[in-house]
């Protein structure tokens, strides 16, 4: 069965492309040897240290809660990794292996079984 699920939050992604694409990893099942710079990294709380162990593996991260005042927020836009929070409690529903498409300008996110 296909079917797809639209949220939206806030986006800080400098990019010259209209979209990011990737699947869907959740990090409690994220491990190093699965994960390729075309996986987006879905979390509900990004620390400090989320951002130096997946900065290298992911290419976006999605985030139920947070501000544009979150360490973990600041420290993943420093080290040039798009992030879209604020996406709420409807995030929880994704599953690692769901196909995903951010589109930059808008924050809009979709995500596909």
Aim: with cysteine; hydrophobic share 45%; net charge neutral.
């Amino acid at each position: 069965m296909n079917y797809s699920l639209r949220l939206s939050g806030t986006p800080i992604i400098e990019s010259e492309s209209e979209f990011i694409e990737g699947f869907a990893i959740l990090t409690k099942e994220f491990t190093f040897k699965q994960v390729d710079k075309r996986i987006l990294v879905i979390n509900s709380k990004l620390t400090p240290r989320d951002v130096v162990d997946y900065a290298r593996h992911c290419d976006a991260i999605l985030l139920a809660q947070g501000s544009i005042t979150s360490h973990g927020v600041i420290m993943a836009v420093a080290y040039g990794i798009p992030v879209v929070f604020g996406i709420g409690a409807e995030l929880r529903k994704v599953e690692s292996g769901c196909k995903v498409k951010i589109f930059i300008q808008t924050g809009e996110i979709v995500i596909s079984w």
